[in-house]
């Protein structure tokens, strides 16, 4: 026969089976839709990254066009101004000036990098900013990291310009003039820069390693100074860098 307390504890192990037998299947239950909840949730959050990647994606493309637009209409707003206003001959205060002139700071506000490079290109092969001709100037025109590796500026006018870790490798400068051009944290390697004006140039974090300095204007030792490399460079006075 069984004791009091083995009753006791039979009685209790079948209380809790029969609760466990009742209980069992809503637990289950639970499970189920826990697991459901959860899922359910994990596919919401999949779902508004994917959607977020699509809207950003879209912005990029939408803000290129807006680039690209810009760009063409400012390529054939200065190509009419030159075709019919004569822009190259236009003197000091023509009506043809001052609107290439503001269309051209208003552009370089606008483009990203790789597109001011395309209108730094664009106002050097139409002689714009030439130093005989002179028509648009570049002082204060935001040209900051724009790529110009191996670019022919020579002979230009670019006083004031910012080009600020702009890439400038293998660029022809020579003869240019840069008065207050501000180089900081550019790509100055292998470029050529002989006989150029550079009274006030900012060379901060410049790398001028290879580049040619011969016969430059206006360009000292504490300018130099702040240059990241000057390496191999060959200096004003025609010694090569060590």
Known sequence: MLTDVEQ??????????????????????????AVF??????????????????????????????????????????SDLMAHDKLLQAPNGDAARTVAQARTYEIF?????????????????????????HIVALTDV???????????????????????????????????????????????QGADLHSADMHNVDLTGANLQGANLKDVQGLNDSQLARAKSLAGATMPNGSLHS
């Open 37 to 78: 909840i959860w899922s359910q949730w994990q596919q919401e959050v999949q779902n508004l990254t994917i959607n977020q990647q699509q809207q950003q994606a879209a912005q990029l493309v939408a803000l290129d066009q807006q680039h690209e637009t810009a760009l063409q209409n400012y390529l054939q707003t200065i």
């Open 109 to 133: 506000r606008t483009l990203d990098p790789a597109r001011k490079a395309t209108v730094l290109r664009f106002l050097n092969e139409t002689r714009l900013i030439n130093n005989d001709y």
């Open 8 to 33: 006791r504890n039979k009685a209790s192990r079948q209380k809790l089976l029969s609760l466990w037998q009742v209980w069992q299947w809503p637990i289950f239950a639970l499970g189920i839709i």
């Open 142 to 188: 935001d040209a900051q990291k724009a790529s110009l590796a191996h670019i022919d500026l020579s002979d230009t006018a670019l006083t004031g310009c910012l080009l600020k870790g702009a890439d400038l490798q293998g660029a022809n400068l020579s003869n240019a003039t840069l008065i207050f051009v501000n180089f900081q944290g550019a790509n100055l």
